[in-house]
């Protein structure tokens, strides 16, 4: 079925050239996915104010009512050195930060890799897919009700309407995001990705303390952390010195005395 969407021209130099806002999709990542990705597209905004088969990670899925959150997927044609999830998470979830900061007043803090939560909350995730091109999906919870997400068996979900107080229009947020990812993505194109990773490093507030980090194979390092960027993760372990990571090969990383929620 083809879908009917409105086109909204946003002037934005890479991020939200062209936006394709749909009253209702299966899934903005699905449809996104299943473009021709090409120069032309790069770039690209999808939006939907429902979607009926929204995807999650670990192919979960992403329940959002009609005009409860931003749903939204960048399509993008990204160079070989930004084809990096690590990056294009960091990159996604800073300013989805950043566009939360500026709506609510409240901080949100990264959880490795992929989610954003208020006050041990999540309020938003991030779903990259990758194939001939990216797509980046975002969903962030603006307005449903503490009520709601245990009805729905998410008790450790927030939006920013339970975490606030009020409600939010999930268009101007998606206008606000659009916006945050169209400034950084320039720096990134031209390599320069210290801002980023100090934001990133920030909000993930682990620098300093004493962390676990879980790799790839399933084992489990403890130490305190010294450095966090897009090109190692360093912990000083007391019985082993430094032991180094390539973020890729973090699968989960979380302070020592805090359960990891999951995903
Ligand atoms: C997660 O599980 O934390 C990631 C959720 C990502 C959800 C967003 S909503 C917009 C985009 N379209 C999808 O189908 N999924 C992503």
């Known amino acids: 079925m083809i879908e009917a969407f409105e086109k909204w021209d946003l002037a934005r130099r890479h991020i939200g050239r062209e936006v394709r806002y749909f009253p209702r999709l299966d899934s903005t990542n699905q449809y996104a996915s299943g473009l021709d990705l090409g120069d032309g597209e790069n770039g690209l905004v999808i939006l939907t104010n429902e979607q009926t088969a929204g995807r999650g990670q670990y192919g979960r899925r992403w329940l959002a009512g009609p005009g409860s959150s931003v749903l939204m997927s960048v399509a993008l044609m990204p160079p070989p050195l930004l084809r990096r999830p690590v990056i294009l998470t960091a990159w996604a979830a800073v300013a989805a930060a950043e566009t939360i900061r500026l709506a609510t007043g409240l901080q949100a803090r990264i959880k490795w890799p992929n989610d954003l939560l208020i006050d041990g909350r999540k309020v938003c995730g991030i779903l990259i897919e990758q194939g001939r091109g990216t797509v980046v999906g975002i969903g962030m ?29 999930a268009r101007e947020l998606a206008l606000e995001l659009i916006e945050q990812l169209d400034a950084e993505y320039d720096p990134l194109l031209r390599g320069e990705h210290s801002a980023l990773e100090s934001c990133w490093a920030w909000r993930l507030g682990l620098l300093g303390h004493e962390a676990i980090v879980e790799d790839n194979a399933g084992q489990r390092h403890r130490g305190r952390v010294l450095s966090i960027s897009f090109s190692d993760v360093c912990l000083e372990s007391t019985q082993d010195g430094p032991i180094r990571f390539l973020p890729e090969q973090v699968r989960s990383f979380h302070r020592a005395g805090s359960a990891p929620m999951s995903g």
């Open 141 to 169: 919870n603006a307005n449903q009700s503490e009520e709601e997400f245990a009805a729905a068996g998410l008790p450790l979900a927030g939006s920013l309407a339970s975490l606030s107080g009020r409600d939010f229009d």
